[in-house]
């Protein structure tokens, strides 16, 4: 964490906060050591990504960028997230397609996130998702879908596109090779992988809410009545069986 602060230092902020929930590694001693941020302390571990939720809650800025307290990155790399919302950006997502393999060789969860973007209409974004930091956002975002769906990064992403804020992927750091390795995010399907699959059904559930069972992709010239069985209800015009 103290790596991560000193390059935020650098750049222009109006305010910094640190959202530390149920650690155990020292993070509220070394950040008590920084002058000039807000600390957010919950002594219990509020689950995968609530902590973004409140920061998105807590936060006044008109742009707010969202990183890792685990994954220093420098401040040069940061600024063109904040300066594409800047410039009419509501969503800056990390571009990691080119750290990404072939189809045949990624994981279940990148496929998940193509999926979402495909339905979504937005195959430009590839698999890039709010799932991976860094990225920024826009007040206008956080106020028009609600701080609360910030806890569900695929939703919140699902939300963005479907009531029309621009979404981009502005610039590229490769956060997979230094991500931090810990049991549960080890492995085809770990727990945390598991939970970010939910998190995409959870989305998709809220595009087949918003958009009809098929996404609000066509059904063609496609007689379903026939098929249910209300033969009654169709004239016949030729028709032989």
């Known amino acids: 964490m103290p790596a991560v602060l000193r390059e935020l230092r650098r750049l222009p902020l109006q305010e910094i906060l640190v959202i530390i929930n149920g650690s155990t590694d020292r993070s509220l001693e070394q950040a008590l050591k920084f002058s000039r941020i807000t600390i957010v302390w919950c002594p219990e571990a509020l689950g995968h990504d609530v902590g973004r939720a409140l920061g998105a809650r807590l936060t ?9 307290g685990d994954l220093p990155i420098r401040a040069e790399r940061l600024v063109p997230f904040l300066h594409a919302v800047e410039r009419g950006a509501d969503l800056a997502l990390n571009d990691l397609s080119p750290y990404i393999g072939r189809f045949a060789e990624q994981d279940h969860v990148t496929r998940f996130k193509t999926f979402l973007n495909r339905v979504l209409g937005r195959r430009d974004l590839k698999m890039n998702s709010m799932t991976a930091v860094p990225h920024a956002v826009s ?3 956080i106020t028009g879908i609600g701080a609360e769906n910030f ?6 992403q699902a939300l963005a596109i479907m009531e029309g804020y621009k979404v981009t992927a502005p610039a590229s750091i490769d956060v997979i090779k230094h991500n931090r390795v810990r049991p549960h995010n080890t492995g085809e399907f770990n727990l945390v992988a598991n939970l970010i699959i939910g998190d995409y059904l959870e989305a998709i559930h809220e595009v087949i809410q918003r958009r009809g069972a098929r996404g609000a992709y066509p059904d063609g010239e496609r007689k379903r009545e026939l098929a249910w069985g ?4 169709y004239e016949y015009r030729d028709t032989v069986v």
Do not use: W
């Open 60 to 68: 006044t800025s008109d742009t707010v960028l969202f990183l890792d």
């Open 139 to 141: 007040r206008r975002l």
């Open 151 to 156: 806890a569900v990064p695929p939703k919140a």
């Open 230 to 233: 209300d033969v009654d209800a």
